[in-house]
């Protein structure tokens, strides 16, 4: 097949892309460039690609990769696939397309073996199922479902779709802990080099008179010494708590206890909880959307909700649908946490003195709000339950999102008090044995 040398403008950066296209004839190579959501400023005919001696095309060589594909590498891929299917390119050819546009890794390996897989006779789902690194389950069902409803560039828009909400809500939660993640970290250095520098040098001073010393001023010297002498815990604590919550994740026990604490802590508990449910009911019901069994969906749902509250949640509510219940009344009725021990230890160390009694008020909380009852069982009345899935979803999303900007702006003055009773307490503690001084010698 002719190769075609194009220069183009890509719609969406406004970058200029260089590449190669195959296809039939001039008029088609540009149809499949426009589809790929590119301007052509130039094309012509390339030399044909080398075949070896039994005349068949070489085939592109793998690199070597190490982990999976990112997330937003994959959500550009679904929709540029999604753009070539609804232009009508067969399946093979749009993949082929974009298997030579990415840069060499894991996406553009799997992407190479599922060509190999489909030329060798097997289906678009049951390729991508052998690339497990880049394609999940819940991704691999909905092309399943898509190819058996015969509607694959419906379920790819709609795929592109669910990825890129999911996509633009992690940024905006991010994108809000980078404010505070800084200061905090500024903040510490700076203390720290106060402590090690600036205030030694007023303990010689302080010394040299050796008069008694203000208890704030001692508290300060004090806290200063303990930073010099173990300076190296400053890092480590933050780093040993971690290794110590990964360890006690690795027991399912612990696991579910971590999790109940992120769901119920102070106002990030909050954003925990609806950031799970926003996920999880726009997955299911994109999956329902699909095609897909209610089972499977819910199964689906269970990996990739991220927590083992609602993973049993979601699994109670499947043996439910088995026995011939409804999704309303067992999504309601196995929402309320047990008592975990784990999850009152976190409680007792995160807030002394008064965690444990918090959580003793606070656990039984369901972690499933009427609102999603109430609007799921409309939707299995109705009929619409994917509908009002999505509704779900949109809803927590602007909870989400306003949640999110709510507790940016608190922390911004929380973190300039911070900041100024810190340095406000160093200047008092340094100055008043100075004024003590003087006083003395006048």
Do not use: H
């Amino acid at each position: 097949m002719p190769t075609y040398l194009f220069e183009a403008i890509d719609a969406a950066t406004g970058r200029e892309i260089k590449d190669t296209v195959e296809a039939p004839t001039e008029a088609e190579a540009q149809a499949t460039i426009r589809a790929m959501g590119y301007m052509v400023t130039k094309l012509k005919a390339g030399k044909a690609k080398a075949k070896t001696a039994a005349g068949v095309k070489k085939k592109p060589g793998r690199t070597f990769a190490i982990g999976g594909v990112k997330t937003k590498d994959l959500t550009l891929f679904t929709r540029q696939l999604s753009i070539l299917q609804d232009a009508g390119l067969p399946i093979l050819r749009s993949l082929k397309v974009l298997a030579d546009m990415q840069q060499p890794g894991r996406l553009k390996n799997s992407l190479l073996d599922v060509c190999d897989e489909i030329e060798g006779g097997t289906t678009l789902s049951e390729a991508m199922s052998k690339s497990p690194k880049a394609f999940n389950r819940l991704y691999c069902n909905m092309i399943r479902a898509g190819e058996a409803g015969g509607a694959l560039e419906v379920i790819l828009r709609r795929l592109a779709e669910f990825m890129e909400r999911s996509q633009s809500l992690k940024r905006k939660v991010k994108g809000a802990m980078v404010y505070p993640i800084v200061v905090v970290s500024v903040a510490v250095g700076i203390l720290t080099f106060i402590m090690l520098k600036i205030v030694p040098q007023f303990k010689k001073i302080f010394d040299d008179f050796g008069s008694e010393l203000p208890p704030m001023t001692q508290i300060l010297i004090d806290t200063s010494n303990w930073v010099a002498n173990y300076w190296f815990l400053i890092p480590a604590i933050p780093f040993g708590i971690n290794l110590v919550i990964k360890g006690i994740k690795m027991i399912p026990y612990g696991r579910m206890g971590w999790d109940l604490f992120t769901l119920k802590a102070p106002i990030f508990g909050q954003l925990v909880e609806k950031n799970i449910m926003s996920r999880s009911t726009r997955t299911l019901g994109t999956l329902l959307a699909s095609g897909v069994p209610i089972l499977e969906a819910l199964n689906i749902t269970k990996e990739t909700c991220g927590n083992m509250m609602f993973e049993k949640l979601f699994q109670k509510v499947s043996d439910s649908i088995r026995d011939g219940n409804a999704i309303a009344k067992p999504l309601k009725e196995f929402s309320v946490p047990p008592f975990n021990f784990v999850s009152w230890l976190f409680w007792t160390a995160f807030f002394p003195g008064i965690g444990a009694l918090l959580y003793l008020t606070k656990y039984k909380k369901r972690v499933v709000d009427d609102l999603v009852v109430n609007m799921v069982d409309v939707g299995e009345e109705s009929g619409e339950l994917d509908t009002m899935l999505y509704k779900v979803s949109d809803t927590y999303d602007e909870e989400v999102a306003v949640l999110t900007e709510s507790l940016t702006s608190l922390m911004e003055p929380l973190l300039i008090i911070f900041l100024g009773g810190a340095v406000g307490f160093i200047v008092i503690a340094l100055f008043l044995p100075l004024i003590k001084l003087i006083q003395d010698l006048s």
